[in-house]
């Protein structure tokens, strides 16, 4: 009779210790779940903020290959590029008063007579509505721009990739540090392009001039096309 205290007082102390070391195992659990949603809500929160940014950049048109936008030209329907020899001439860079027409001797016009101004600053796409007068784009094409003309037929997700592929071009190598790549709704008043052709680009060599015709909008065209007149093969290269 007299170990029956001391028992109960072993059996107490024992339900005690198994009441602590269940707390403690709930007060671990607590931690360790808080540990896990606070975990959950922080990578919840960058997520939030670099998907879109992956995303972003990841359609960047900048970070963007020129020849990623739209088909190759053998499927665009491309025309050789037509070479005009001798254009770096004192009548081809001839300045006329502002708001006098000129005539061009080809569709599209990659030299000739032109405003005593350029487009400056230039964007590097217009549509028909903002679109800059021909002799202003002339001026930019004597300065090393490459500028790419597209009729009405280009709309939709052609135009869209026309503007990725614009700002991709403007951003290249071959465009230059003044960005020198225009893209710009052409005017009718000019004349038409070719039958089947809705694409012209062109550029005003330091020696010779280009142009070259497609029936899409290609980006390989492009490339190919600005790796044979990059920016600095102008009349005038360093001038904006």
């Given at each position: 009779m007299a170990n029956k205290p001391k028992s109960q007082?072993?059996?107490?102390?024992?339900?005690?210790?198994?009441?602590?070391?269940?707390?403690?195992?709930?007060?671990?659990?607590?931690?360790?779940?808080?540990?896990?949603?606070?975990?959950?809500?922080?990578?919840?929160?960058?997520?939030?903020?670099?998907?879109?940014?992956?995303?972003?950049?990841?359609?960047?048109?900048?970070?963007?290959?020129?020849?990623?936008?739209?088909?190759?030209?053998?499927?665009?329907?491309?025309?050789?590029?037509?070479?005009k020899e001798g254009t770096n001439t004192d009548a081809t860079r001839a300045h006329v008063d502002d708001g006098t027409v000129q005539q061009y001797e080809t569709v599209p016009p990659s030299y000739g007579p032109h405003w005593g101004a350029p487009v400056f600053p230039a964007r590097n796409f217009y549509t028909a509505r903002d679109r800059p007068q021909m002799e202003q784009l002339l001026h930019n094409l004597e300065h090393g721009y490459t500028v790419l003309f597209y009729d009405e037929t280009i709309e939709g997700k052609q135009l869209d990739t026309l503007k990725d592929l614009a700002t991709s071009a403007a951003n290249s190598d071959m465009a230059g540090p003044g960005n020198k790549f225009i893209a710009s709704a052409w005017d009718d008043s000019y004349g038409t392009f070719p039958s089947g052709k809705?694409?012209?680009?062109?550029?005003?060599?330091?020696?010779?001039?280009?142009?070259?015709?497609?029936?899409?909008?290609?980006?390989?065209?492009?490339?190919?096309?600005?790796?044979?007149f990059p920016s600095t093969d102008a009349p005038e290269p360093n001038a904006q």
């Open positions: 007082d072993r059996d107490r102390r024992a339900k005690v210790e198994a009441m602590r070391r269940e707390q403690q195992a709930r007060e671990r659990r607590k931690s360790l779940l808080f540990i896990v949603l606070a975990v959950v809500v922080g990578l919840g929160i960058v997520a939030a903020a670099a998907v879109p940014a992956y995303l972003d950049s990841r359609n960047d048109p900048t970070k963007k290959a020129l020849n990623s936008f739209g088909p190759p030209a053998t499927d665009a329907d491309c025309s050789d590029v037509e070479t809705h694409v012209g680009l062109s550029h005003w060599g330091a020696q010779d001039s280009g142009i070259q015709l497609c029936g899409q909008v290609s980006g390989d065209a492009v490339k190919s096309f600005m790796e044979k």
